[in-house]
């Protein structure tokens, strides 16, 4: 008798959980999961040399472009990169490229390509302890108060498949802008 209560405890909990709806992992639930959580340490070069820490970026609003020399697809999206640092660098937005190339390579593809964003070139085990990029390119916009306030892959304001997003990802900045005027 205990065993056949057991194994319909087991049916009636296995049944009750097939109820609720399965979150399959996919590039965009990891960027959904970082919504609201801080932005983590981390430590870099710029492409001059000089050291660049996280904590640089306390107290601004901030995006954050992952991205490296040989991807054509983090290529692809740097004019509208650039026309975000055109709209949004006045009012005090820091754009930050975080790349695993080494600086001098950043600093001359930033020279021949007119990359706008401050390069910060860390180790690819840095990129990946940051645990914030989810593949190349991956784009990140941090708050005022440090936390992740939305992430996706690809800017495109032209391509279908990435326009809506990058809509969100532009009415976020402006939102988080509106709601901190102090930041400009």
């Known amino acids: 008798m205990k065993i056949y209560f057991a194994a319909f405890l087991l049916i009636a909990g296995l049944a009750s959980a097939q109820e609720k709806p399965v979150k399959w992992a996919t590039q965009e639930t990891f960027f959904e999961d970082l919504v609201g959580k801080p932005l983590p340490e981390f430590h870099g070069l710029t492409v001059d040399g000089k050291k660049f820490s996280s904590k640089q970026l306390e107290n601004k609003i901030t995006v954050i472009n992952f991205w490296f020399e040989k991807c054509p697809p983090c290529i692809a999206e740097m004019p509208a990169l650039n026309k975000l640092v055109a709209q949004y660098k006045a ?94």
């Open 91 to 184: 009012k005090g937005i820091r754009f930050i490229g975080i790349t695993h190339d080494l600086p001098a390579n950043a600093k001359r593809f930033q020279k021949r390509n007119g990359y706008q964003y401050e390069i910060v070139s860390l180790t690819l085990d840095e990129i990946q302890k940051l645990n914030i990029n989810h593949g190349f390119p991956s784009n990140v916009l941090v708050g005022r108060n440090g936390k992740i306030i939305y992430a996706t892959a690809n800017i495109s304001f032209s391509d279908a498949a990435f326009k809506a997003k990058s809509i969100l990802f532009e009415e976020k900045l402006k939102t988080e802008i509106k709601n901190h005027p102090e930041a400009n």
